[in-house]
């Protein structure tokens, strides 16, 4: 690091050159500092503003909603952005140890707080994105930003990427530019257009994995003077499954709010106004986040958002994919987002392009380097494939129900039922959610699978839990 408490880019052979990065939020950002040791310079194109303060942006349609940092992306931010922690705690972004600062109801029980904890960060996506922004821009002098440029097209062949279209948003004529580029990175999320920009450039649209149950949720921000019933935990996560189709997040932010996640089914979506809202909550398979809600005030309104549909778009496996392309982030592998994986997997991209540049000398091919960006979400993918295949309505070319996956979801409902009142359960169970550990974990634990086959689970209070 440098005196200053900047991290430094490596001094590596920059033979990557000009490198164009689609998108500048949080994937694009840390994908361009990945990058950026790499490469003569980058330039990142982003079709909105940046604003001064943090505060919600429309290009990101995720800004108003609760976010986490699991243990998996604290670590890789540790690792790319070591001065980035500090400043998410000098700027109040509480960090929360799960499950012994969390009220979690899973398979209808409280998860005991004695059992082992890993940490998680509960900062506003607008908070995180500023100071991750922050953070790359002041680390890389050869990171430009474009702001207010929509990507409408790629330049190139079905051999070669050479750069991309974009227009300048806001200008009297929008007018048309272009900008090669020796690698174009697409991290421009969910609604990216690479499989029609492909398209245009004669090349096969790839293979796209889709796993959807039409999920809708709402969130809205609150405080309170009082601290009933958080009395004895900072939050609420309550897990919603099968049979019991209400779920719930509430974690507190910086600046002393309580950020408030209802989600529920496509034919019963949490309302978008407050007295609905607080209502609605009035459902969940516990009565303690309705008794905090009710006599909490709104400080926003209510904010729903339906698009949380699993997809994963298998640019690794596509033949005849042109030289000098990568696709990162929402845009390669988007996952239902009450599942909070989204930040930590784009930090998780980053970690493994940097680590494939490093080990192979700033050479890598785009076809090597997507393989590893892929790999990297594999197991967030899994989860959130795993735990919305069993839910109603589920339904996708990615939805696993033959005899063999019946039998596995058998056994991780067992799984399931146990994380409450067994501390080696739950440990195992959370590793996998946090990313820790590979799904298939759970399966190959000698522990785990005796416990979950030939021991009862074991019940937990129904009041709230206490770390005694």
Same mark, same amino acid.
């Given at each position: ?121 509960? =900062? ?62 697409? =991290? ?120 949380? =549909? ?159």
């Amino acid at each position: 690091m440098s005196r200053n408490g900047q991290s430094r880019a490596p001094a590596t052979n920059r033979s990557l050159g000009h490198v164009a990065v689609l998108g500048g939020s949080v994937a694009g950002l840390l994908i361009a500092h990945a990058l950026a040791g790499h490469a003569e310079r980058v330039t990142v194109l982003e079709r909105d503003h940046y604003p001064d303060d943090p505060v919600a942006r429309g290009g990101v349609p995720q800004s108003p909603h609760t976010h986490v940092l699991l243990t998996s992306g604290i670590r890789a931010l540790d690792e790319l952005l070591p001065e980035l922690a500090p400043l998410l705690r000098r700027e109040g972004a509480p960090t929360l140890s799960v499950p012994a600062d969390l009220g979690v109801w899973q398979a209808g029980q409280w998860v005991s707080r004695q059992h082992p904890s890993e940490q998680v960060v509960t =900062a506003s996506r607008p908070l995180l994105e500023q100071l991750i922004r922050r953070c790359v821009l002041e680390s890389h002098p050869r990171i430009e930003v474009r702001t207010s440029a929509r990507v409408t097209g790629l330049l190139g062949d079905s051999e070669h990427v050479a750069g991309a279209v974009f227009r300048e948003r806001g200008s009297e004529l929008g007018e048309q530019r272009e900008i090669s580029a020796d690698l174009v990175v697409d =991290a421009t999320g969910r609604a990216s257009k690479t499989p029609e920009w492909l398209d245009a450039l004669g090349v096969a649209v790839p293979q796209e994995e889709l796993l959807a149950t039409g999920r809708a949720y709402a969130t809205c921000s609150f405080r309170t003077d009082s601290s009933e019933p958080l009395e004895r935990v900072s939050g609420f996560y309550l897990v919603p499954d099968a049979t019991q189709p209400l779920g719930a997040i509430m974690l507190p932010a910086e600046d002393d709010r309580m950020m408030v996640t209802l989600s529920g089914p496509h034919t019963n979506p949490p309302p978008t106004d407050p007295d609905g809202f607080v209502e609605f909550a009035r459902g969940l398979p516990h009565p303690a986040p309705h008794r905090w809600l009710r006599q909490a005030e709104p400080l926003t309104r209510p904010v729903g958002y339906r698009h949380t =549909a699993n997809r994963r778009r298998r640019y690794d496996r596509a033949s005849g994919l042109p030289s000098g392309f990568l696709v990162v982030g929402d845009a390669l592998c988007a996952f239902n987002p009450v599942y909070g994986q989204g930040i930590s997997v784009a930090a998780m991209n980053a970690v493994a392009l940097s680590r494939e540049l490093a080990a192979s000398g700033s050479r890598v091919t785009t076809r090597r380097a997507q393989r590893a960006v892929l790999a990297s979400a594999r197991g967030a993918w899994e989860v959130a494939t795993g735990a919305d295949g069993p839910m109603p309505g589920a339904e996708g070319n990615a939805l696993r129900d033959g005899p063999v996956d019946g039998i596995r979801d058998w056994y991780l409902e067992r799984v399931r039922e146990r994380v409450p009142g067994d501390p080696v359960v739950c440990r195992a169970f959370r590793d996998v959610l946090f990313l820790l550990a590979p799904p298939s974990s759970l399966l190959t634990s000698r522990r785990v699978l005796r416990r979950s086959l030939f021991r009862s689970p074991i019940p937990t209070s129904d009041e709230l839990p206490t770390r005694d």
